[in-house]
Nanobody, 124 residues
Framework: QLQLVESGGGSVQSGGNLRLSCSASGLALDDAGVAWFRQAPGKERERVSAISDVRGGSRIVYGDAGKGRFTIHRDNAKNVVYLQMNNLKPEDKAMYYC???????????????WGQGTKVTVSI
């Protein structure tokens, strides 16, 4: 059964760093587009970043929520996509979700497979 699992969330102070992981079973992430989104309570889901499959050149795009301080990276050997988040700010507090799709990549919410999310809290 295909499953995406996010991990790495937690509570950090403002200025701290976290690395989120998106691991998959039943799906080779190097053969899929993978994206990160986030959603804070009471707010709409935001686009963070996406990476295309290897055949597509592993192209990367950042949404407004991910520009400047976040980096997406895929480890093909481990079948994991990471989101490195640096210099975190209180406004980064949200539930972070990864999504994957073997036929789509990008920041539209069109991926077929979604994880359950990992929570990030940033305190002042």
């Amino acid at each position: 059964q295909l499953q995406l699992v996010e991990s790495g969330g937690g509570s950090v102070q403002s200025g701290g760093n976290l690395r989120l992981s998106c691991s998959a079973s039943g799906l080779a992430l190097d053969d899929a587009g993978v994206a990160w989104f986030r959603q804070a309570p009471g707010k709409e889901r935001e686009r963070v970043s996406a990476i295309s499959d290897v055949r597509g050149g592993s192209r990367i795009v950042y949404g407004d929520a991910g520009k400047g301080r976040f980096t997406i990276h895929r480890d093909n050997a481990k079948n994991v996509v990471y989101l490195q988040m640096n210099n975190l700010k209180p406004e980064d507090k949200a539930m972070y979700y990864c999504a994957a799709d073997p036929k789509y990549w990008g920041l539209k919410q069109l991926c077929v497979y979604w994880g359950q999310g990992t929570k990030v809290t940033v305190s002042i």
